[in-house]
């Protein structure tokens, strides 16, 4: 079962930073937090991971919080080819599984 | 890098018959495959999990006998669907994974049963 609650919709002007939440209140210690986007009738596109530092890499940023039980994705200059569903997922510590929650579909407006 | 892909992007059979779907590591050599459907508007559902050259781990409620799945070699994994029926009408999406943390996607095999 995911362990992820996140909202089920936001919308974003283009050009400006979209800020997706993600709570993951029973998160175990040695749990990592991956974030992934899926746009249409693809396959999900992994973008970011971490465990307890705040990460950034070429497509975004992840900011965990200090008792790691909320996490937020920041996309810092959202363009069109943004809007997708944005997941959040916890990997499980008995395997490399990776349960799906129900993801926030984010739009970016003109 | 780490690069998946899918075989067929599409597929329609009629009811009864049996559809094989492919999904290859292009770049790497993955350990691990996972399977997942997904019903339209709905999130992606962890089927099985397959380890190269042993069995597959089917998740609660998924059928083993209906849906085969093999990992012969470090970077072809394939499910079969056998005896489909509508039902199974879905879209079908591999992933796999090199012993690192994170899994990388296949495009998808869109399945209509007929």
């Known amino acids: 079962d995911a362990k992820t609650t996140q909202p089920p919709s936001m919308d974003c002007a283009e050009g400006r930073a979209a800020n997706l939440p993600c709570n993951h209140s029973?998160?175990?210690?040695?749990?990592?937090v991956y974030w992934y986007r899926q746009i249409h009738s693809q396959g999900p596109q992994y973008i970011i991971h971490?465990?307890?530092n705040n990460e950034t890499n070429e497509m975004a940023s992840l900011i965990i919080t200090e008792d790691r039980k909320s996490s937020t994705l920041i996309l810092p200059h959202a363009t069109l080819r943004d809007t997708a569903v944005y997941y959040c997922?916890?990997?499980?510590?008995?395997?490399?599984?990776?349960?799906f929650g129900t993801g926030t579909s984010l739009t970016v407006i003109p | 890098g780490a690069v998946v892909s899918q075989h067929p992007s599409w597929v329609i059979c009629k009811s009864g018959t049996s559809v094989k779907i492919e999904c290859r590591s292009l770049?790497?050599?993955?350990?691990?495959m996972f399977w997942y459907r997904q019903f339209p508007k709905q999130s992606l559902m962890l089927m099985a999990t397959s380890n190269e050259g042993s069995k597959a781990t089917y998740e609660q409620g998924v059928e083993k006998d209906k849906f085969l799945i093999n990992h012969a070699s470090l970077t072809l994994s394939t499910l079969t669907v056998t005896s489909a029926h509508p039902e199974d009408s879905s879209f079908y999406i591999c992933s796999a994974s090199g012993g690192a943390d994170t899994q990388y996607f296949g495009p998808g095999t869109r399945l209509t049963v007929l």
């Open positions: 971490g465990l307890k």
């Open positions: 770049d790497f050599q993955a350990t691990t």
């Open positions: 029973t998160i175990s210690g040695n749990e990592y």
């Open positions: 997922i916890v990997r499980v510590l008995t395997g490399n599984q990776f349960y």
